[in-house]
């Protein structure tokens, strides 16, 4: 079956500082793949996503590059800010007919000091 | 265009006993998705709604059970409530295209349950 495997958490980072989250994936054929981040109280919101091999997505400073050879999607930011803090999660969604879950990782809470 | 709402915000209930979650879905959504996000966890596919029928479900027993009305909002109802499902209860809507395709999966804030 469909797994996500995300680093440990929590991370603290120093504002400005590079940020760094891995995300390796288990799926047949070739998913979609999904960045979440949860503020606390919320609900989650789409970060960024890539539909297949060597896509790059991107959103507000964040990147990740759909990498098939190693089943990676790692989440870069090149200098986080304090209102980054949160919970990010990586997700995947097999693509076609008929499958319509997403499948989470754990998630890594991310908090950024002054 | 309104975002998907959920209701209530937080809820407790006494083991045993029913519980009833509701989600209205975005404007020109057709399909309702339930998550259950336990503490300190990702959030775990229960079912999803099309067309007022379910049309896809992960590994919960049949006491979740939901129903999708005509304008597209959505139900959660879970009998003989254990500890275990304390969570945040997420939906999520959609819209299921031809061929199958769906677009602009849309979360809302939650319902956080504790059982106690």
């Known amino acids: 079956g469909n797994s996500v495997t995300q680093m440990e958490g929590p991370v603290t980072l120093s504002e400005e500082a590079f940020l760094t989250i891995n995300c390796t994936y288990t799926a047949t054929g070739y998913p979609s793949l999904f960045w979440y981040v949860q503020y606390p109280g919320e609900g989650l919101q789409l970060l960024l996503k890539?539909?297949?091999?060597?896509d790059k997505g991107s959103n507000k400073g964040f990147e990740a590059t759909y990498r098939k050879e190693t089943t990676s999607f790692h989440l870069e930011k090149g200098s986080v800010q304090v209102s980054d803090s949160a919970v990010y999660f990586c997700?995947?969604?097999?693509?076609?007919?008929?499958?319509?879950?997403?499948?989470f990782g754990k998630g890594t809470k991310l908090s950024v000091i002054p | 265009e309104t975002g998907v709402t959920q209701s209530p915000t937080h809820l407790i209930k006494t083991r045993g006993q029913q519980v009833t979650l509701r989600c209205s879905s975005q404007s020109g959504h057709n399909t309702v998705s339930w998550y259950q996000q336990a503490l300190g966890q990702g959030p775990q596919f229960i079912f999803q709604y099309y067309r007022e029928e379910e049309n896809g479900r992960g590994n919960f027993p049949p006491r979740f059970s939901g129903l999708q009305f005509p304008n597209y909002s959505s139900e959660l109802n879970v009998n003989a409530l254990e500890l275990d499902d304390s969570a945040l209860y997420l939906c999520?809507?959609?819209?299921?295209?031809?061929?199958?395709?769906?677009?602009?999966?849309?979360f809302g804030s939650g319902t956080r349950l504790t059982v106690v």
């Open positions: 890539a539909t297949k091999a060597d």
């Open positions: 997700a995947l969604k097999n693509p076609g007919a008929g499958s319509y879950q997403l499948t």
């Open positions: 999520a809507s959609s819209f299921l295209g031809g061929q199958g395709a769906l677009y602009g999966y849309t």
